[in-house]
């Protein structure tokens, strides 16, 4: 064999060698079984032998996917980068973005760190993309709008410009286009863990300050003129009235306006329901008033306890008057012999109407997901401060008649009412829906009633009878200022909170 004929039996060997090696990329598994890309895009199967990938099949050349715009109308990206997490509550989502359109990862590869970008991206048919992760598995993606997405996630993301806060137990949304309402129970975290320890920091705040004013009527020497009750006093009027008009009926009205109730048949619903409750009021004082006046009648002129000079034993009699008492306990209420608002079914009048409050916003706080909790929790701290002030002011003022062992126990149903509520909440956490039928109508009920209960503590027994007939009408300019002052307080501050609870 000649020199020449060398020459050209090697070039055939090397055109025939070229003409069967490929360079493979983008590597997968279908079902058990490899498949790479050949330099135009055609998928085919192949088999490793040692380290040499063999093609087992020459599959019928095909486009890619991305190229072949009559196999499917999704654009299929290269790559998509920039991965990050959309908190939705009850899961993260992750999505990544590719030339400014954002696509979601259906299913994450099993690898620590996750991800930030997947190559390789293809399209399995149907409009099913898969992409690349580093690890060589594929993982599913889809357009942010896609089937699979979940909408409920975005809005509670403050994706498309919504933000979403609980009011009660009913999530509120405002800004950026609609999602579509579920009244199933939705899946979402709970730190239980947490959710139980903040039960005692509800319980040590709660007591505190409905104690405190007693605690300084019991053992201090601080009379009626003293700026810091009537300090106290007034803010709490504004507490209670701002928490029947801001938060009990607002709520109210939310929980009737649940689009998983479904309408009305009577629109009025919300307030009859309040009006209920200020007229139960009415009718309990009434009652009692009648009850004390008729008791009065029969037994001896006598007056009452908080008439009686500092000098005078407790529970004496006089036939005639003494100077008026400046103790804590009267705060310059002069009456007759009827009910008054520190009496002892005034007061507990009020605190029912607390009580049903209560036990709400301890449920609501520990059946609020994750994303919300630690706010609605402050907000809630501060809510049970301002109102424990309130009613412990109105309990210190209750007549001396009354034994420091009632107000102890009023004060301890106060106490423990919301950790009582938080720990039906935990205990409800797997179960609970919030746009239930039969929980929407509970709640609301109970909402609205307190809130007419509250209306009528507030503006006649509190209000009414302080500045008309009370120590503010015949208080000096400097103190109707401080009083007025704590008074809008109050409202303002109790208000504000009711953005968040």
Same mark, same amino acid.
């Given at each position: 064999?000649?020199?020449? *004929? ?7 060997v ?8 490929? %360079? ?9 079984q ?16 040692? %380290?040499?990938?063999?093609a087992?099949?020459?599959? &019928? ?37 590719a @030339? ?6 259906? &299913?994450?590869? +099993?690898?620590?760190?996750? =991800? ?41 993301a ?10 009660? %137990?009913?999530?509120?949304? %405002?800004?950026? @286009? ?31 300050? $409905?104690?405190? =004013? ?17 300090i ?19 709520? +109210?009205?939310?929980?009737?306006a649940? &689009? ?24 309990? &004082? ?9 008791? *009065? ?15 005078? =034993? ?21 009456? @007759?012999? +009827? ?27 520990? $059946?609020?997901? *994750? ?25 210190a ?52 009633l307190?809130?007419?209960? /509250?209306?009528?503590?507030g /503006? ?36 504000? /909170?009711?953005?968040?609870?």
């Amino acid at each position: 064999m000649t020199l020449r *004929n060398i020459f050209v039996f090697a070039g055939i060997v090397s055109c025939v060698l070229a003409q069967s090696t490929y %360079t493979l990329s983008g590597c997968h598994t279908h079902d058990g079984q490899e498949y790479c890309y050949l330099p135009n895009g055609s998928e085919v199967p192949f088999t490793r032998t040692g %380290t040499t990938a063999v093609a087992t099949a020459t599959p &019928e050349t095909t486009a890619p996917a991305s190229l072949d715009a009559s196999a499917t109308s999704i654009a299929v990206p290269a790559s998509v980068t920039a991965c990050h997490i959309h908190d939705s509550g009850s899961q993260q989502s992750r999505f990544c973005q590719a @030339s400014g359109t954002e696509y979601e990862v259906l &299913e994450t590869p +099993a690898i620590t760190p996750l =991800p930030e970008s997947y190559n390789d991206c293809h399209d399995h048919g149907g409009g099913e993309i898969y992409c690349m992760a580093s690890d060589g598995t594929e993982v599913p993606i889809a357009l942010e709008d896609h089937e699979d997405h979940d909408h409920d996630a975005e809005a509670e993301a403050g994706i498309s410009g919504q933000h979403c806060h609980f009011h009660g %137990t009913v999530e509120h949304c %405002t800004g950026g @286009s609609s999602s579509t309402t579920t009244c199933e129970r939705v899946d979402r975290d709970y730190n239980i863990g947490l959710r139980i320890g903040l039960i005692f920091v509800i319980l040590v705040t709660s007591g505190f300050a $409905v104690f405190a =004013p007693m605690l300084i009527e019991r053992f201090s020497k601080m009379t009626l003129n003293s700026i810091v009750f009537t300090i106290l006093k007034q803010f709490g009027t504004g507490i209670i009235i701002s928490t029947a008009f801001v938060h009990l009926l607002t709520h +109210a009205e939310m929980q009737f306006a649940n &689009e998983c109730l479904g309408p009305l048949v009577y629109e009025g619903t919300t307030t009859a329901i309040a009006m209920a409750g200020v007229l139960l009021s009415f009718f309990v &004082e009434y009652i009692g008033n009648r009850l004390v006046a008729r008791r *009065n009648a029969c037994a001896v002129p006598a007056v009452d306890s908080e008439q009686f000079s500092e000098t005078s =034993p407790k529970g004496s009699t006089h036939s005639a008057p003494s100077p008026p008492d400046t103790s804590i306990a009267a705060l310059g209420h002069a009456h @007759s012999n +009827a009910m008054h608002p520190e009496s002892h079914f005034s007061v507990a009048v009020m605190e029912s109407g607390i009580v049903f409050h209560s036990i709400l916003i301890g449920i609501t706080l520990n $059946v609020t997901p *994750n994303s919300y909790f630690t706010t609605l929790f402050i907000v809630i701290l501060f809510h049970q401060m301002f109102e424990g002030l309130a009613l412990g002011t109105r309990i210190a003022a209750l007549k001396s008649s009354t034994s420091f062992f009632t107000k102890i126990l009023m004060a301890g149903i106060f106490t423990l009412i919301t950790p009582i509520g938080m720990a039906i909440g935990v205990g409800v956490l797997q179960h609970f829906n919030g746009n239930d039928p039969a929980t929407i109508v509970s709640i609301g009920t109970l909402d609205a009633l307190s809130a007419g209960i /509250l209306l009528w503590v507030g /503006l006649v027994e509190m209000l009414a009878h302080d500045w008309m007939w009370g120590d503010m009408a015949r208080a000096g300019l400097m103190k109707v200022f401080v009083g007025g002052f704590s008074l809008v307080s109050g409202l303002v501050l109790m208000s504000v /909170l009711g953005k968040w609870a």
